[in-house]
């Protein structure tokens, strides 16, 4: 884990912190309209950042990570082909972000 000026920029243990992680996994692993209801459970999460950029880095193809669907993964990593590392963009925007609130 980075920590800089107490404040955590990017959990490399991300899963232990997980809001998902004490669920049932196949929520995640939904098909249609149900994948909406398994993003809610993103949208409450500390490190659904560092869960997407796994999930995409990792080109993962199914089930809800990050808040996004497979369909939603395949269509950003169409769109942004050049991105090498997503966890380095995201944690790079994150710090961005933090410098500019200090």
């Known amino acids: 884990m980075t920590v800089t000026s107490q404040a955590v920029i990017w959990d490399t243990n ?3 912190r997980a809001v998902c992680r ?7 692993f939904a098909k249609g ?7 809610v459970i993103c ?4 490190v659904v950042a560092e869960c997407l950029a796994d999930a995409l880095d990792n080109r993962t193809e199914y ?3 990050g808040g996004m669907t497979e369909r939603e993964r395949r269509a950003l990593l169409r769109r942004r082909p050049e991105v090498r590392s997503w966890a380095s963009l995201f944690k ?3 710090a961005d972000e933090m410098a500019q609130q200090a």
């Open 43 to 46: 949208q409450r999460c500390p």
């Open 33 to 39: 309209a149900a994948q909406q209801s398994a993003k």
């Open 14 to 16: 991300w899963a232990a």
């Open 92 to 94: 790079a925007a994150r």
């Open 63 to 65: 089930g809800v990570w």
């Open 22 to 28: 004490t669920g049932c996994p196949d929520e995640l």
